[in-house]
């Protein structure tokens, strides 16, 4: 089920969520960069019910993850392609699988990321494009863009004030509705 109002909410976090949150929406995702476009192929790997897959599938088209395109037209059947707003989605699902891995994976990493040429196991960091720097909460910070409004520079100053400072208590003046 999509929750409502984040078309009006400024914070890019709850747009993504909007699109990808869902959990099988995710699997589905992580299935595509395997090389997985069809539909079997996404059920078999899943074990997800043919309707809920359908719903997702249409949903991640709807958002422009995926592309579905025509392969068989007797009977008529579809695979799905991640588009280009899909294929930035990997860093994401990457970024994510280390956390899993580095938090709740007692027994061991069951999949690694690993560098082709070398076999080494990649640590996948989050890095500035400009500079190569790892972004990192104590040299970075977030700052409001062009585009945001009065709300959203207000959340943005007391997020700002909390790492520079220790942030108020619930005796303070109020925070800001629902910090994104």
Do not use: K
């Not at 991640?60 to 989605?89: A, I």
């Amino acid at each position: 089920m999509r929750r409502t109002g984040s078309e009006n909410m400024q914070c890019p976090i709850a747009r993504g969520l909007d699109r990808v949150g869902e959990w099988w929406s995710m699997l589905i995702l992580r299935d595509a960069f395997y090389g997985l476009s069809r539909f079997d192929q996404f059920q078999a790997s899943l074990g997800i019910a043919p309707n809920i897959l359908s719903r997702r599938l249409s949903m991640l088209v709807e958002t422009g993850m995926l592309e579905r395109h025509r392969y068989s037209t007797r009977p008529v059947r579809h695979e799905y392609v991640l588009t280009e707003r899909g294929r930035d989605f990997r860093p994401v699902l990457l970024a994510m699988m280390a956390w899993g891995n580095r938090h709740f994976a007692p027994e061991g990493h069951a999949i690694e990321l690993v560098d082709r040429v070398t076999g080494h196991v990649v640590d996948p960091v989050l890095a500035d494009r400009r500079t190569g720097e790892p972004i990192t909460r104590e040299r970075h910070q977030m700052r409001a863009g062009p585009a945001a409004d009065e709300r959203m520079r207000a959340r943005i100053e007391f997020r700002n004030s909390c790492q520079a400072q220790a942030c108020p208590t619930l005796s303070d003046p109020p925070l800001p509705e629902s910090l994104p």
